[in-house]
């Protein structure tokens, strides 16, 4: 049965850990993220992007898949399956589709705007008892076609947000989506603490958590951060073992054109990601 991330999340923040958002795209991903929790005793995140949503034939489809996986693989650990970066029309859709948690994303809109509609889905979202994450100052790199340069969030506006009621915040600490680039300058711990010190005990999202040194993401934990999302390693993974199964020539060996071995390697590489990465987060154990 999937829960509101807020349990975990308030657990995780008090604890100095955090739990992963692992973004799904399809069976193999959503699979591979649910066992390997599972396996780890560890609380999970399931994160759909508005665009994956799309592509896996729209968020009932994905409620539907897992469900039923939670059920047939017997997984008992809390999950939360949680839209990411969600437009305000998104975030009322996967509502309606039983989604137990939703970002919405108004971080390009004027603050007061950010605010108005925060406000609405507040008040819907507990009601309903889903956890909602809002956004303050745009995450750099393109999700979806959205690039941003990474900016830094204002505190004042994130304690305006903060003192909405949503669940969760996440605030661009100078983090982007996918690779960094060579001449990143690092997450701006300044910016961090000043955000803790606003918004009190409110867990903190990272984003673009993928070639985040170790001790930044340590580093970051330790000043409120509780949740933090990874999307791109597990894809990278992915590929790297597809690649090395298909150039090996395993896809012409007796039936290694199955997709179900043709999609093996790949899923065995996001299982190893996110087990390294609940490793490095603290999550293990902590269901």
Same mark, same amino acid.
């Not at 819907?124 to 008892?129: A, I, K, M, Q």
């Not at 690779?179 to 990272?206: C, H, I, R």
């Not at 990874?230 to 020539?249: D, H, K, P, S, W």
């Given at each position: 049965?999937?829960?509101?991330?807020?349990?975990?999340?308030?657990?995780?923040?008090?604890?100095?850990?955090?739990?992963?958002?692992?973004?799904?795209?399809?069976?193999?991903?959503?699979?591979?993220?649910?066992?390997?929790?599972?396996?780890?005793?560890?609380? *999970?995140?399931?994160?759909?992007?508005?665009?994956?949503?799309?592509?896996?034939?729209?968020?009932?489809?994905?409620?539907?898949?897992?469900?039923?996986?939670?059920?047939?693989?017997?997984?008992?650990?809390?999950?939360?399956?949680?839209?990411?970066?969600?437009?305000?029309?998104?975030?009322?859709?996967?509502?309606?589709?039983?989604?137990?948690?939703?970002?919405?994303?108004?971080?390009?809109?004027?603050?007061?705007?950010?605010?108005?509609?925060?406000?609405?889905? *507040?008040?819907?979202?507990? *009601?309903?008892?889903?956890?909602?994450?809002?956004?303050?100052?745009?995450?750099?790199?393109?999700?979806?076609?959205?690039?941003?340069?990474?900016?830094?969030?204002?505190?004042?506006?994130?304690?305006?947000?903060?003192?909405?009621?949503?669940?969760?915040?996440?605030?661009?600490?100078?983090?982007?989506?996918?690779?960094?680039?060579?001449?990143?300058?690092?997450?701006?711990?300044?910016?961090?603490?000043?955000?803790?010190?606003?918004?009190?005990?409110?867990?903190?999202?990272?984003?673009?958590?993928?070639?985040?040194?170790?001790?930044?993401?340590?580093?970051?934990?330790?000043?409120?951060?509780?949740?933090?999302? *990874?999307?791109?390693?597990?894809?990278?993974?992915?590929?790297?073992?597809?690649?090395?199964?298909?150039?090996?020539?395993?896809?012409?060996?007796?039936?290694?054109?199955?997709?179900?071995?043709?999609?093996?390697?790949?899923?065995?590489?996001?299982?190893?990601?996110?087990?390294?990465?609940?490793?490095?987060?603290?999550?293990?154990?902590?269901?």
């Amino acid at each position: 049965m999937l829960v509101s991330a807020k349990e975990m999340l308030t657990k995780a923040r008090a604890g100095k850990y955090a739990v992963g958002q692992f973004n799904i795209n399809n069976l193999e991903w959503t699979k591979a993220i649910l066992l390997t929790a599972q396996k780890l005793n560890s609380p *999970v995140i399931l994160g759909v992007s508005e665009g994956a949503g799309k592509y896996m034939c729209g968020y009932k489809t994905v409620v539907g898949m897992v469900n039923g996986m939670i059920e047939s693989l017997n997984i008992t650990v809390p999950v939360a399956l949680h839209l990411d970066h969600g437009s305000f029309e998104g975030a009322m859709a996967c509502i309606n589709a039983g989604f137990s948690s939703i970002m919405f994303d108004g971080s390009h809109y004027p603050i007061e705007e950010n605010i108005a509609l925060t406000t609405k889905l *507040v008040n819907t979202c507990e *009601v309903l008892g889903l956890s909602l994450e809002a956004e303050v100052g745009s995450i750099g790199g393109e999700e979806d076609g959205v690039v941003g340069a990474g900016e830094c969030a204002d505190p004042a506006e994130c304690k305006m947000i903060a003192d909405l009621g949503v669940t969760m915040l996440a605030a661009g600490i100078g983090n982007i989506h996918g690779k960094y680039p060579e001449n990143w300058a690092g997450l701006s711990f300044d910016t961090l603490a000043a955000v803790n010190e606003q918004v009190g005990e409110m867990p903190l999202v990272l984003h673009g958590g993928t070639g985040i040194p170790a001790d930044m993401i340590k580093k970051a934990i330790s000043l409120g951060v509780a949740k933090i999302n *990874v999307n791109t390693e597990c894809q990278l993974a992915f590929a790297a073992a597809t690649r090395e199964y298909i150039e090996a020539g395993k896809d012409q060996q007796g039936k290694g054109f199955d997709p179900r071995k043709l999609l093996a390697p790949g899923f065995d590489a996001i299982c190893a990601t996110v087990a390294e990465k609940m490793e490095l987060f603290g999550s293990v154990g902590k269901a």
